[in-house]
């Protein structure tokens, strides 16, 4: 079970604001990584530096023991990042299908060149995208909906999609921006289940959650950050136990306390 991505006292400040302070966490394949904290604890802002948005103030950031640092977003996507967003990026008057090939695109060599022309490049390309596609559509359980406009689509199967674009790449871990925000108790349990899934079939998942019981229940190991620092990283059950980690939900006045005890 190799290391997939690693960060090495990752600092990431906005003039005088420490928002991620010397952060180091490893995750490994096969594993489904949660990273939790009250609001403004610096997750989105260590997620950013992790895809290459943001570059690190200090520290470092490995995909498969390679420095990627400093490269750009779209060279760390090629090399096996994907991620999906917080609020939902999908074309919605456009099909499952094309959605999914946008994604897939990315992998592909043809230009606006190659497109205008339809060169011999550009149709080999073209093949390639819709079986790959249509593979990945398969495999996320959405064969019935690939021609279906996407935004006609419920809730949570429009949420499958966007991480089935994500995953048109083969990506070496996906990185998913609080998969289950804005969704009913019944399409998060749902969702819960596709992540696990994907994760069965060798995908390495590196989420964003505020939804406890999700992560309790689906994470194998949870790194917990307050204040822009690390506080707490293990499974489910150190996580839980954790003075420190309580005090940080209870003391922030959220429902996180709570929630923290019933996961
Ligand atoms: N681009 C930015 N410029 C200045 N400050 C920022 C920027 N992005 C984030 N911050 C600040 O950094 C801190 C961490 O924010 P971040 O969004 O990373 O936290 P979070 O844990 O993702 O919060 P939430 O759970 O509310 O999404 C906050 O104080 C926030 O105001």
Known sequence: MGEVLRTEGVCRYFGGLKAVENVSMTVNSGQIFGIIGPNGAGKT?????CSGIYKPTKGRVYLCGRDISNMRPETISRLGITRTFQSM???????????????????????????????GRYKRDEEYVTRKSLETIEKAGLTKYAYTMAGSLPYGIQRRVEIARALATDPEILLLDEPAAGMNPMETVDLRKFV?????????????EHDMKFVMNCCHNILV?????????????????????QAAYFGSGMIGGEVLNHA
């Open 45 to 49: 802002t260590f997620f950013n530096v």
């Open 89 to 119: 990026q999908l074309f919605k008057f456009m099909t499952v299908l094309e959605n999914v090939k946008i994604g897939c695109h990315k992998g592909t060599k043809s230009g606006i060149f190659d497109a205008i022309f339809h060169t």
């Open 196 to 208: 696990q899934e994907l994760n069965r079939n060798g995908q390495t998942i590196l989420l964003i």
């Open 225 to 245: 950050l307050n204040f822009g620092k690390k506080i707490c990283e293990g499974t489910p059950e150190v996580v839980k136990k954790d003075p420190e980690v």
